[in-house]
């Protein structure tokens, strides 16, 4: 099977991820009252639990399909940072380009959820770029990875502070010199400096806010063509793959383009979905996939990951069944 063949390739691709990591903890129950204190719902606590975020979850989407990545970021030196990292060493995710700074505190997400339905988030951050020490750190990390058959590099940005224009520029630079594919998820602060990408994700939200327009997507179409052709000509790459929601994606490079329509799903929860899109169009594209395959799968598998509450991940299995029945 063509599909099949395809989603094997993903095994064993080292992809260096560099990026916003963060923790996200959970707080889960069940509402059964309102609080006299206030008008808000009571929780009663059922367990608590930590799992990896950001742009780890990238890292982790990769894992769990069957490629080998290396998590690259500034954490805090504190306690949340220490069980972040060790999450990652308990799902066999490389933290060869994690940098500590005693002068950040490692993002945390508490999310409390009841019934499958997120009811309050809590964040805990700090968002002011890194210092020079530290960013000249994470690149010295960077160059003396790049070179270790590295298969391909993706940059997931959260507007944290560990990507800016200086290193965005360096990594795509160093990935140009090397040979090597480099795909990103932008966030509204860097989206003008992503120049020479291979594939540049953003979604609908980031392509108007980056470009500064507004537009109805259901019924105009043509101010979206536009959009797409200012992102091309301002932000130079080869493949556009624009996330939609729930009218799907839309991929394009210098010779074709496509719409494909999104699968009808009970969706639960959208966080995570575009770090699942991000991984698995990355290793599409090292599996050599054309840009409506990768268009196709990638789009299913961010609509698997809104069937379930929560940051989660997809394993190859679960891709490969659902992309047996759908394609």
Do not use: W
């Not at 367990?47 to 990769?62: D, M, Q, T």
């Amino acid at each position: 099977m063509k599909y099949e063949t395809l989603l094997d390739n993903f095994k064993e691709k080292r992809i260096l991820v560099i990026g916003d990591v963060m923790l996200d903890a959970y707080i889960l129950g069940n509402v059964t009252r309102v609080s006299p204190e206030a008008p808000v719902p009571v929780v009663s606590l059922s367990k608590k639990e930590n799992r990896i975020g950001g742009a780890g979850n990238v890292a982790l989407n990769l894992k769990n399909l069957g490629a080998k990545p290396i998590i690259a970021s500034v954490i805090g030196n504190d306690t949340d940072g220490a069980i972040l990292e060790e999450l990652f060493v308990k799902r066999g995710i490389s933290t060869l380009g994690l940098v500590k700074s005693a002068k950040r505190k490692t993002t945390v997400k508490t999310r409390v959820i009841s019934a499958k339905q997120q009811l309050l988030r809590i964040d805990s951050e700090d968002i002011h770029p890194i210092d020079d020490k530290h960013e000249e750190q994470l690149l010295q990390t960077v160059e003396e990875l790049i070179p270790k058959e590295i298969d391909a590099i993706i940059l997931e940005d959260y507007d944290k502070g560990v990507l800016n224009q200086k290193n965005i520029a360096l990594i795509i630079s160093l990935a140009q010199a090397n040979n090597i594919p480099i795909t990103a998820d932008p966030k509204k602060e860097n989206f003008h400096y992503y120049k020479g990408l291979t594939l540049f994700k953003p979604n609908l939200k980031e392509l108007k806010d980056g470009l500064n327009i507004d537009f109805n997507f259901a019924t105009e179409h043509n101010k979206f063509n536009d959009a797409v052709n200012a992102l091309r000509h301002s932000i130079p790459h080869e493949v556009s793959l624009i996330t939609l929601s729930e009218h799907g994606v839309y991929v394009c490079d210098a010779e074709s383009s496509a719409r494909i329509p999104a699968h009808k799903r009970e969706i639960t929860d959208v966080s995570g979905a575009g770090d699942t899109v991000i991984a698995v169009a990355t290793l599409c594209l090292l599996a050599k996939a054309n840009i409506q395959d990768i268009a196709k799968i990638s789009n299913i598998a961010g609509g698997m990951v809104c069937e379930r509450p929560g940051v989660v991940s997809i394993s190859l299995q679960e891709l490969k069944n659902e992309v047996r029945e759908l394609l």
